[in-house]
């Protein structure tokens, strides 16, 4: 099948393309309510019934409301159901889918070629019928020998696709049947007609006898074939419309020159003469037959021509008439009207020429009225009345000689106002921001508000950046001399004999005066700052008043004047102030709005930036301040002095900062990290010096530790207890600095009921905990860095106790000649007494920790695990020593008498001095697991020393002393270690 045509994508079938007989006729469904007249087609929407006034909008509405987009094509919805019958589904693109809405929707060829020439022209050529004179030479699709029915009627195929035109043009392109004749159509008969026939049968009589006259005049013949010959001979170009001999071509062609240059040319001018009048003859001729043929009608045209002057001349007595009797009118009736009109006009000229006069009497009082604004610092006034003036000027006095040079000096004088304005407020706030700082008074509204809507008004928005110069410098000095102050002030400083920088000098305060010169820092800049708060606060709502914003709080002073009737600023002519002048109130285009009056001076863009650029000025300045006091924090801490502080001491000075940063925080509304960052590289310092005195300190009692019980003082057992409950004080601190002599001393720590036998070093270790927790309290700031010193605390005692106990490091170290079960047993509880706050510790830190910190706190749960491992190595290292004794002494024993034989009184004897070792430091539980594990190690190597021997229990005499040893053993361990009674013994025997 061949490429459809643009005529057949755009839902129009060619004429000439109808389908042959048995197939459905080319009908091309209509909208629904389709006007009659294609023309008014675009004038109502027949869908939404909305009358256009043209073309373009209702192909506007089309597009909106009647066109979807699907990919890159445009279908257009316009018809029933919401379906256009001549534009495909698939859509076209948006240049075809505008000459369909002016081709087929809008039926207007006007708007059609004012939207695509091409395409108006390419659619009248597709439209007209074609022409066999003008479309002989030219390929139209009508040429084409294979057209669209004859593709759709393929006799080759064996059978139509149906769904050919469905799919494209929708389920309503079916077959339909031909009803003759249409229902649709009336049946039209003579009676129609009649009406018609009675109107014009006058006419027509009429027309038949004249055209019976007209055949009764003898015809006049035509030319004939001779005349028409002869009129051929003469030449083409003395029938041309442009033929004039002025022309040199045509003057050469009727009289060649060359012709008169030869030999004989009277000849031959003789012969072009006779020539040229046979032409005229034969001419003349032509038009004597052609006159006397049209005779009738040039006597017609004649007599017209004498009824036309008889009607000319009756209408010129008519016109003549009119106009004497409207000369008459205009005497009486219209001359003094306009005598009286001319006199109103001369009036209003002469009105118009007062107040001209007035105007410039009032412009010449211009500059005498700007300096006594000026005076007064009515900066906007002045403004106002210098481009009023100018406006003036330039609009209403133009051309005015007296007054051609005031132009220039209005701009020079705006040009000087606005220097004054910037020197005005240059002054205004060096003098308010190096005002003493105990002074609470705010700054001098009105004086800021001429200054600043003046600059606002002039769009000179640097003076933003000049506060904030000044501000900075103004902070400099405060910092300066109160240092000084506290160095001058300082009784441990030679000022006189010191000749170091005023830094040198205030490194030599202590840390008391340092800290009260710090704090007076913190003072003064934030009643420095406070007062930039109100002088802030006044030039943001002056930023908002010059954009119109609050505009009702200036209109409480305004005076009663009518909206928009501009009023003089009660100052006469003469440039004084006179309230009962009446040259005072004289309203002229010269004068303008009071500031209350609410003028604005400042685009929105410009008070947005504005806005912005005012917060960014107050945040850069509490930002300075905090670089000014982190410089005197990082000047003084150079020598190491602030990770020198006691805790205390750096508590102090982290509050002090902290104060002040709120303070400047709930100035500036943002939060400032510049001085808390400062603090917080201190604070990492100082964390760093406690956690290594405290590591350094633990190592050192470690290495000197001699593993022995040590007493509890009472302020420790308040500690810990307190600990245990979750509770950490500096009270309880401080007594245990300041010792209390009045309570006695524990043998043990006394937790949950349970009684800790421990060394000195743990108690010491609790303590540092506490401190590191005290620390977090005081600073959380370093929350993370504490836990991470504290963790490392924990597994720096674990391993080392590890070390100088089960590894024997403490037999070098301190000299001790052996690891005893004692110092075994110490270390179990010590070790057992730090598990327990170990989950304490924790709980402390989950709850000053963030959600997303959580993680750290993974490390206590591996320390607690390492700890209880350690405490199991100990006592299977308990179990161990004993496991050797048994293995010892009873390979050598023998099954003889006496009973109980020297091998189990050893053995009891050490069983007795273990438990000796241990009852008064493990609890009574521990003890038991012990000896309970104890025993099935003796049972362990009695049963393979029994097999050794070849003992069974037979009832033989042999068997009889292995029981008898057994009573002995049984009856020594139950009174030594306190249990009830062992385990079965008898499992010692081998089965036979």
């Known amino acids: ?62 597009r909106e409301k009647h066109c979807t987009k699907e990919g890159g094509s445009f279908v257009c919805r316009y018809g029933t159901h919401g379906i256009c019958p001549s534009l495909p589904l698939e859509g076209v693109s948006d240049k075809d889918y505008e000459f369909h809405v002016a081709r087929d929707h809008i039926a207007d060829y006007d708007y059609t070629s004012k939207l695509n020439p091409e395409l108006a022209q390419q659619s009248r050529m597709t439209n007209q019928t074609p022409s066999i004179v003008s479309d002989q030479l030219k390929w139209t699709f009508h040429s084409s020998s294979v057209n669209l029915p004859a593709v759709l009627n393929d006799p080759r195929k064996s059978r139509r696709e149906h769904d050919f035109f469905t799919k494209t043009w929708g389920e309503g392109f079916v077959e339909k049947t031909v009803i003759a004749p249409s229902p649709y159509l009336p049946v039209i008969t003579k009676a129609h007609f009649e009406k018609y026939l009675n109107r014009t049968a006058n006419k027509l009589k009429s027309h038949k006898v004249q055209s019976s006259l007209q055949q009764s005049v003898p015809r006049i013949p035509v030319a004939t074939d001779k005349s028409r010959l002869e009129l051929e001979q003469i030449p083409k170009m003395f029938f041309r419309g442009d033929f004039a001999l002025e022309n040199p071509e045509t003057f050469q062609a009727v009289l060649p020159w060359s012709q008169f240059k030869n030999r004989g040319a009277g000849q031959s001018s003789k012969l072009l003469q006779e020539k040229l009048s046979h032409y005229l003859d034969l001419v003349e001729v032509e038009l004597a037959r052609q006159i006397s043929q049209r005779s009738t009608a040039f006597f017609t045209a004649m007599a017209s021509h004498d009824q036309l002057q008889d009607r000319l001349i009756s209408t010129c007595t008519a016109i003549k008439g009119l106009r004497e009797r409207i000369m008459e009118v205009d005497d009486v009736l219209a001359k003094r009207s306009l005598e009286t009109l001319s006199y109103k006009v001369s009036r209003v000229n002469h009105v118009k020429v007062f107040n001209k006069l007035k105007l410039m009497a009032t412009v010449h009082q211009t500059q005498p009225t700007i300096q006594l604004l000026l005076s007064t610092s009515e900066f906007v006034g002045a403004l106002d009345l210098i481009s009023t003036t100018q ?43 190096t005002r003493p700082l105990d002074e609470e008074a ?98 943001n709502k002056l930023i908002d008043f010059a954009a119109g914003h609050n505009a009702h709080a200036g209109n409480e002073t305004a005076d009663n004047t009518e909206p928009g009737e501009p009023q003089l600023n009660s100052t006469n002519v003469n440039g004084s102030k006179d309230d009962k002048c009446p040259q005072a109130r004289v309203p002229s285009p010269l004068t303008f709005l009071k500031v209350s009056d609410v003028d604005i001076l400042i685009a929105p863009v410009e008070h947005q930036r504005l806005n912005t650029v005012l917060k960014e000025v107050l945040v850069m300045l509490c930002d300075y301040a905090h ?9 003084r801490g150079k020598d190491g002095f602030l990770e020198k502080l006691s805790s205390s001491e750096f508590v102090s000075l982290s509050r002090s900062v902290e104060t002040f940063v709120s303070q400047c925080e709930a100035v500036s509304g943002r939060r400032s990290n510049s ?23 633990m190592s050192l009692l470690l290495d000197n530790e001699r593993w022995k019980q040590a007493e509890v003082p009472a302020n420790f057992q308040d500690l810990l207890s307190a600990m245990a409950k979750g509770e950490i004080s500096l009270d309880l601190l401080a007594r245990m600095d300041q010792g209390n002599e009045e309570r006695k001393s524990a043998e043990y720590v006394e937790i949950n009921g349970g009684k800790y036998a421990v060394i000195g070093t743990v108690l010491m270790l609790l303590k540092m905990v506490a401190e590191y927790c005290q620390c977090v309290e005081d600073i959380p700031s370093v929350t993370i860095d504490i836990l991470t010193r504290l963790i490392e605390i924990f597994q720096n005692f674990n391993s080392r106790s590890c070390q100088l106990v089960l590894g024997a490091g403490a037999l070098q170290l301190v000299g001790l000649k052996t690891i005893t079960t004692k110092n075994l047993g110490l270390a179990s509880r010590c ?15 989950a709850a000053r920790l963030l959600p997303r910190q959580m993680m750290v706190l993974r490390s206590f749960d591996k320390i607690l695990k390492d700890y209880n491992d350690h405490v199991q190595e100990i006592s299977n290292k308990l179990i161990a020593i004993m496991d050797d004794t048994f293995m010892h002494c009873l390979s050598k024993w023998e099954v003889k008498a006496p009973v109980p034989s020297l091998t189990f009184r050893e053995i009891c004897k050490r069983i007795r001095k273990i438990h000796e070792a241990i009852v008064d430091i493990l609890p009574p539980e521990q003890i038991k697991d012990l000896f309970v594990q104890m025993n099935t190690s003796f049972k362990t190597h009695l049963k393979k020393q029994l097999i050794t021997l070849n003992v069974t229990n037979d009832g033989g005499p042999q068997h009889g002393l292995v029981t008898s040893e057994l009573v002995f053993y049984t009856e020594c361990v139950q009174l030594t270690s306190g249990l009830d009674k062992l385990d079965n013994m008898n499992d010692i025997w081998v089965r036979r």
């Open 627 to 635: 670089d000014r006091s982190l410089k005197l924090l990082i000047a």
């Open 1 to 62: 099948m061949q490429r459809r045509s643009p005529e057949h994508s755009s839902g129009v079938v060619p004429a000439g393309s109808g389908r042959r007989s048995g197939n459905r006729p080319d009908v091309r469904p209509s909208i629904a309510h389709e006007p009659s007249n294609n023309s008014n087609r675009w004038k109502v929407c027949d869908i939404c019934s909305i009358q256009w006034k043209s073309p373009s909008e209702f192909a506007l509405h089309l």
């Open 442 to 539: 705010g700054p001098d509204e009105e004086k800021l508000s001429s200054i600043i809507l003046g600059l606002l008004r002039q769009h000179k928005f640097s003076f933003l950046d000049d506060y904030k110069d000044e501000c900075t410098t103004a902070i400099k000095a405060i910092v300066k001399q109160t240092v000084v102050d506290a160095v001058s002030e300082a009784d441990s400083i030679d000022v006189e004999g010191n000749l170091g920088s005023l830094a040198d000098q205030m490194r030599l305060l202590n840390f008391t005066e340092w800290l009260q010169m710090f704090q007076n820092v913190f003072t003064n800049l934030a009643k420095f700052l406070s007062r930039v708060k109100m002088t802030w606060d006044v030039m």
């Open 391 to 433: 406006e003036v000027l330039t609009q209403e006095l133009s051309g005015i000689q007296s007054f051609r040079h005031l132009g220039s000096q209005l701009i020079e004088l705006e040009k000087l106002i606005d220097k004054m304005m910037h020197e005005e407020f240059v002054r205004f706030a060096t003098a308010d921001l």
């Open 831 to 845: 070790l057992q007494l730090i598990g327990l706050y170990i989950p304490i510790v924790k709980e402390f830190f």
């Open 675 to 697: 001085l808390r960052g400062g603090l917080q590289n201190q604070a990492n310092k100082f964390v760093n010096r406690f956690h290594e005195e405290r590591k350094t300190k």
